[in-house]
C-alpha cells in the first residue's frame, strides 16, 4: 500500500461518523481560508516577479506539490479548493482592513477550530494531526475526496472496513 493509501485508511478510521465529516467539511475550509488570509500579509523578500510573492502564494505551492507527489488526481482536487479559499482570503484581505479583517479571519480560524472538536466528540476521538501532522494536509484532500470520489483509491474501502474492524477489536 503507498503512504497516501496508508494516510488516507488511518484518516477513514478516524472519520467514520457522517457527522463528524460534515462539521470537517466546514471546519476545514474556514481554518484553510483564515491561514492563507494571515500569511497573505507576509511578503517575502524578491525583486520583479517576486516583488509581489507572499508566505501564503510559497505555502499553496508547497503543500500542491506535497499533495501532488502522493496522488496527481488528489493533488489537483487539493489545488481546486485552496484556489477557492484563496480566493476568499482575498477578498477579505483586499475589501476589509485593520481590525475588521482580523476579526473576520480570527473568527474564522477559531470557527473552523470548534467544528473540528465537536466533529471528533461524535466520533469520541482526538484529531489525529498531533500523531501525524501530514493530516493538516489531508484533511482538505478528504473533503475534495467527498466531492470528487475518483482520488480516494479504490482498495482504500476495503482497507477502510478491515482497519475499522481491528480498531474495535
Known sequence: MSHYENILASYDAIHRSPLNRATH?????LIVTSVIAVTSYVRLPGEGAWEHANLATALAVLTVAIVLYWSRLAGF??????????AVAHSVTTH?????????IAAGFVLGWVFQFIGHGFEG????FVKRPEN???GPVMIMAEVFP????RNLSATVATSAAENKQ
Open 77 to 86: 482536487a487539493y489545488l481546486i479548493l485552496i484556489a477557492a479559499c484563496y
Open 25 to 29: 467539511a466546514i471546519g476545514i475550509p
Open 150 to 153: 475518483a482520488i480516494r483509491p
Open 125 to 128: 476521538e482526538s484529531p489525529q
Open 136 to 138: 493538516l494536509l489531508l
Open 96 to 104: 476589509f482592513s485593520g481590525l475588521t479583517a482580523a476579526g473576520i
